[in-house]
């Protein structure tokens, strides 16, 4: 079984300044791991995923991640943030699977990001 | 149209009502979900068709009744639903049997049951 925590459920942070968002998981086999970004009144959007590879991997809208095996974690993190960041994230992992499907996505609890003037 | 779409946005019912919620992909994906996202608690992934099989359905209560006619429409048939079955449905989709299989999600169903 797989599990995803999110440390912090809210996130205040005043325009321009930095960002992480923290994502810990837990897992029995090799896992792909996302973030997802949820808008107000609106579904899903990935922001990136990370499947194999680098472990620094770079989404949309400047945000990136990092995978760390050793820690079991998959950070987000954004050098500035705008107004406009202001929405809900939400970690997932999925478990690698014969043939690549990985349909069953776990998610975490979710961050809130708020972004102040 | 593009993309996954849903409807209704909102629906408000009664106990003792019937309601379907209706999913429609634009993407030519071969699998479809249902979730449940409720305050405070992890998005809930309720059922999973591939190929017009469901191959997951994960203990949701028979209140509630997927049916996936065709590959690019999925929908949920609800009756006799409880106060806490009140959160937001949101379907998604993908191309199973890809390495890269990104779900990609509607903008979801704010459901209300009175």
């Known amino acids: 079984a797989q599990s995803v925590t999110q440390l912090d459920s809210q996130v205040p942070v005043f325009e321009e300044a930095p960002v992480e968002l923290r994502c810990n998981y837990s897992s029995s086999v090799s896992v792909y791991l996302f973030w997802y970004v949820q808008y107000p009144n609106q579904g899903l959007q990935l922001l990136l995923k990370?499947?194999?590879?680098?472990?620094l991997v770079k989404g949309i809208n400047g945000f990136e991640a990092e995978f760390n095996k050793s820690q079991t974690s998959f950070h987000l993190r954004k050098p500035s943030v705008h107004i406009s960041d202001t929405a809900e994230y939400f970690c997932?992992?999925?478990?690698?699977?014969?043939?690549?499907?990985?349909?069953?996505?776990?998610f975490g609890k979710g961050t809130l990001l708020t972004v102040n003037p | 149209e593009t993309g996954v779409t849903q409807t209704p946005r909102h629906l408000v019912m009664g106990m003792t009502n019937k309601k379907s919620l209706k999913c429609e992909q634009h993407?030519?994906?071969?699998?479809m979900y249902w979730y449940k996202q409720s305050a405070k608690k992890p998005l809930e992934l309720m059922f999973v068709y591939s190929l017009e099989e469901r191959v997951e359905n994960n203990s949701v209560p028979s209140r509630f009744s997927p049916e996936c006619p065709n590959s690019s429409h999925l929908f949920l048939h609800l009756h006799t639903l409880q106060p806490e079955d009140s959160a937001l449905y949101l379907c998604?989709?993908?191309?199973?049997?890809?390495?890269?299989?990104?779900?990609?999600f509607g903008p979801g169903t704010r459901l209300t049951v009175l």
């Open positions: 998604a989709s993908s191309l199973q049997g890809h390495r890269d299989d990104e779900q990609f």
């Open positions: 997932a992992v999925s478990d690698h699977r014969s043939g690549g499907s990985n349909y069953k996505l776990t």
């Open positions: 990370y499947l194999s590879g680098s472990t």
């Open positions: 993407l030519g994906h071969n699998a």
